[in-house]
C-alpha cells in the first residue's frame, strides 16, 4: 500500500511539475529551439530545472526594457547634420581629381547595402573623419588609454561588463578619481555579474571626488545579478567627446596577462578618435540614463559631449557604431553579420571565444563555404565556461565537415571578437558567436568600412595561426567518445546557455 502512494506522490509531483513547466516555459514569446530546449530541462530535471531557469531563462522586466528601448537618441540629430555639411562640403570642392573622389566612395560602396541595413534597422548613421588605432594587447591597451584619460579635459565617460577590483582595476579607479578631483565630469556604468567580487564600498573615495557611479539597469537587485543572461556586455570609453575606446577586453587582471590560469590573454581593441565617437557616447548617454534612478538626473545634449569642431583628422575612414539588445526587436547584430557572410566573395574571417551559432548563421556560414568563400573561425583551445567550451567544440567539428577551417587558439586565451570580410570591411567589438551574444545580452561593434584596417585586422589573424592548430578529422577522431558525448549533450543546452 505504501509503494502505491510513493508512486501516486511521484506521478503528481510529475504532473504539477509539467504543467508549472509548459506554463513557464510559454508565458513569453521564445524562438521555437530554446522553447523545447527549455521543455526538456524543466521535464527531465524536476525542481532543479526551475533552478536552473532561475540562473538562465528570467526574462527582464518590461518596465526595464521600456526605460531601455524608450531612451531618446541623444546627439543624433546633431551628427546627422555633422554628416549632411559634409556632404556638401565635398560637393564644393571643385579643385579635387576624379581619381581621389572615386577612391574615397569605392571605401563604402562595396559595403552600401549593409551600411543601409544598419543605419535603417538601428538609426546609426556611417560617420566619416576617423582615425583607428587597433590594440591586439591588453598592456598596449590600457597604456594608451590610460594616456588618453590622463589628458582629458572635460568628461570621462565608462562602460564595462567587467569592472572588476584589482591590480589594473585599482589602477584605473585611481586614474578616474584623479580626473573627477580636478573637476571633471566623470562616469563609470558597470555591470555587477560581469564585476564578480566588485562591491559599492569600493567607489566610495571615487564618489566624494565628484565622480559617479551606475549598475547597469538590469542588474539593479539580488535577483537580477544571479541571471546569466540579459546584462551590459558593451565595452566603451568615451574621452572628451572625441576620442572612443571600444572591444572585447574588460578591466581585470586577466586581461592584461598577469594572472596564470588562462595564460596569455589575446584580445582585440579599437581606439577611434573622430566622428564615430559621438554614436559611442550617444550609446553611453542611453545606457546611463536608462539605469538612473530619477528622471532629472538624465543626461542631456551638450556640446561639451557632442563636439562638431574637433574632428579635423588626416584619415578618412568610414565607421559605424551598431549597437544591439534584448530591447530591439529583431535581432540586428546577427543579421548584419549574416548579411555580409552571405555577401562575400572571397572570404570571411572570425574570431569568437565562443561558436555556438543558431540555425541562420549556421546557414550562412555553411552556404558561404560551399560556395567557394574561403571561412575561418578561431576560437579558444581552453574553457572558461565548461559547458559552453563543450557545445563550441561540437559546432568547431561540425562546420570543419562542411569545409571551414577552425583553428584552436594553443597560445592562451582567445577572447578577441573580431571579423573581415573579403577584406574590404572589419568588425571589432563585444559580440561573440553565440546566443547569449545574438540576443539575450546588450552588445556594441564597430564597423570599419577600410580596406587598410581590414588588412590589419587579417593580418593579426594571420599570425595567431601561427599559434593555433588547425581542427582537421584526424584532430576530432583523437578527442574520443566520452568527450563526443559531452559535446553533444552540451549542444541540447545550447540555446539556452
Not at 100 to 116: C, G, L, P, V, W
Not at 167 to 173: A, M, Q, T, V
Not at 197 to 211: I, L, N, P, V
Request: hydrophobic fraction near 40%; charged fraction near 25%.
Amino acid at each position: 500500500m505504501i509503494d502505491v502512494w510513493i508512486i501516486w506522490l511521484i506521478l503528481i509531483i510529475l504532473l504539477l511539475n509539467t504543467i508549472s513547466a509548459l506554463i513557464t516555459v510559454f508565458h513569453r514569446p521564445r524562438n521555437i529551439v530554446t522553447t523545447w530546449a527549455w521543455i526538456l530541462v524543466l521535464t527531465l530535471l524536476p525542481i532543479v530545472g526551475f533552478l536552473i531557469y532561475a540562473f538562465f531563462g528570467r526574462g527582464i522586466a518590461q518596465e526595464k526594457i521600456f526605460s531601455i528601448s524608450n531612451q531618446k537618441h541623444v546627439g543624433l540629430d546633431q551628427l546627422k547634420l555633422m554628416e549632411l555639411s559634409e556632404r556638401k562640403r565635398q560637393l564644393a570642392i571643385k579643385n579635387q581629381t576624379t581619381e581621389a573622389i572615386t577612391n574615397r566612395s569605392d571605401q563604402t560602396r562595396y559595403a552600401e547595402h549593409i551600411i543601409k541595413f544598419f543605419n535603417e534597422t538601428e538609426e546609426t548613421p556611417l560617420t566619416r573623419h576617423n582615425d583607428v588605432d587597433l590594440v591586439f594587447d591588453g598592456r598596449e591597451k590600457f597604456e594608451k588609454m590610460f594616456n588618453d584619460i590622463s589628458n582629458a579635459k572635460e568628461t570621462v565617460h565608462v562602460e564595462y561588463y567587467a569592472f572588476i577590483k584589482s591590480d589594473i582595476g585599482e589602477k584605473f579607479l585611481k586614474l578616474l578619481t584623479q580626473k573627477a578631483q580636478e573637476g571633471l565630469e566623470v562616469r563609470l556604468l558597470y555591470d555587477p555579474w560581469g564585476s564578480n567580487g566588485t562591491r559599492k564600498s569600493w567607489f566610495k573615495e571615487f564618489q566624494a571626488a565628484g565622480g559617479e557611479v551606475l549598475q547597469f539597469i538590469t542588474s539593479k537587485n539580488v535577483i537580477a545579478k544571479t541571471r546569466l543572461n540579459y546584462h551590459l556586455h558593451r565595452k566603451i570609453v568615451v574621452v572628451d567627446g572625441c576620442i572612443g575606446w571600444t572591444g572585447g577586453f574588460n578591466v581585470g587582471d586577466q586581461y592584461v596577462n598577469v594572472t596564470e590560469k588562462f595564460g596569455y590573454w589575446r584580445d582585440t581593441h579599437v581606439r577611434i578618435k573622430g566622428v564615430a565617437t559621438l554614436l559611442l557616447q550617444e550609446r553611453f548617454f542611453q545606457d546611463w540614463n536608462a539605469s538612473i534612478e530619477k528622471s532629472e538626473e538624465a543626461l542631456s545634449f551638450s556640446e561639451k559631449y557632442f563636439p562638431s569642431n574637433r574632428f579635423d583628422n588626416e584619415d578618412n575612414i568610414p565607421i559605424q557604431i551598431v549597437t544591439d539588445g534584448p530591447d530591439s526587436r529583431s535581432e540586428i547584430l546577427k543579421d548584419g553579420f549574416i548579411d555580409m557572410i552571405i555577401s562575400a566573395k572571397k572570404s570571411v574571417w572570425i574570431q569568437s571565444p565562443y561558436l555556438v551559432p543558431d540555425d541562420p548563421m549556421f546557414t550562412a556560414l555553411t552556404i558561404a563555404a560551399r560556395s567557394g568563400v574561403d571561412v575561418r573561425i578561431m576560437i579558444p583551445c581552453m574553457p572558461d565556461h565548461p559547458f559552453i567550451y563543450r557545445a563550441t567544440q561540437y559546432y568547431a567539428n561540425l562546420l570543419t565537415s562542411y569545409g571551414i577551417k577552425i583553428y584552436s587558439y594553443q597560445k592562451g586565451f582567445m577572447h578577441a571578437k573580431t571579423s573581415v570580410f573579403d577584406e574590404k570591411i572589419c568588425s571589432v567589438g563585444s559580440m561573440n558567436q553565440d546566443f547569449r551574444s545574438y540576443s539575450l545580452n546588450f552588445e556594441a561593434n564597430a564597423f570599419i568600412y577600410d580596406s587598410k584596417v581590414s588588412h590589419k585586422v587579417a593580418r593579426a589573424f594571420e599570425k595567431d595561426m601561427k599559434d593555433s592548430l588547425l581542427i582537421t578529422p584526424e584532430v576530432i577522431k583523437s578527442q574520443g567518445k566520452w568527450l563526443h558525448f559531452k559535446q553533444r549533450f552540451s549542444r541540447l543546452l545550447s540555446p539556452i546557455l
